[in-house]
């Protein structure tokens, strides 16, 4: 089955730098990547995704790369705030409304 | 538009008993997964149902069990209720068709004494 892998666990980051999470996957089949962000206590919300047929997405501050031959995707958040600080998951899947495999999860800190 | 609606919200059990989970869509939504977060294993893929039939199921053991209703409306049922199943239980939908998000909902806590 699919295995998704995240690094880094932890993330320190002064305000205003960049921060970058790298996910490596194993599954060919999968096509369907989406990050979320998780706040203490609160519900996984989505902050992106990208298909298979896209390598590169950009949402304001927050862009996520595709390597499809690679298998591997990125999260680049730039000029990073103190509301950026949360615990922010990769996921892979085949379908988008089916079984995501998540990564570990990184905890990224941005410090004022 | 209202969100995903899990309840309850907190949950507490003693081992070997039942529990069942309620989780209510985003209207119009028809898929509903359900995924178990725990600190050790993370976020971890429990079942996914649409039009009241399951599609896909993850690795947990059959104690692990659910169903949708014909208004999309999802259970999940744990059986006798081991101290490892203590878990933030989350529920997330999607609607019908391919590249359409999942939306969480905040979750059930359930805890075993």
């Known amino acids: 089955g699919e295995n998704v892998e995240q690094h880094p666990s932890t993330l320190s980051v002064q305000e205003g730098d960049s921060a970058v999470i790298k996910c490596t996957y194993s599954d060919s089949a999968s096509n369907y990547f989406p990050w979320y962000k998780q706040e203490l206590g609160k519900r996984p919300q989505l902050i992106i995704d990208i298909r298979s047929n896209v390598g590169e997405k950009k949402d304001q501050r927050i862009a996520v790369t595709l390597n499809k031959t690679a298998k591997h995707f990125s999260l680049h958040i730039t000029e990073t705030q103190p509301e950026d600080s949360a615990v922010y998951f990769c996921a892979a899947s085949i379908d988008s409304w089916g079984k995501l495999q998540f990564g570990a999860g990184t905890q990224v800190v941005v410090t004022p | ?113």
């Open chain 2, 1 to 113: 538009k209202a969100g995903v609606t899990q309840t309850p919200r907190y949950l507490i059990k003693t081992r070997g008993q039942q529990v069942t989970l309620s989780c209510s869509p985003i209207s119009g939504h028809r898929s509903v997964s359900w995924y178990q977060q725990t600190p050790g294993q993370g976020l971890q893929f429990l079942f996914e149902y649409f039009s009241e039939t399951q599609r896909n199921k993850g690795n947990f053991p059959g104690r692990f069990s659910g169903r949708q209703f014909s208004n999309s409306r999802s259970e999940m049922n744990v059986s006798t209720l081991e101290l490892g199943d203590s878990a933030l239980y989350l529920c997330a939908s999607s609607p019908t068709g391919d590249n359409q998000p999942q939306h969480f909902g905040d979750g059930t806590r359930l805890s075993i004494l």
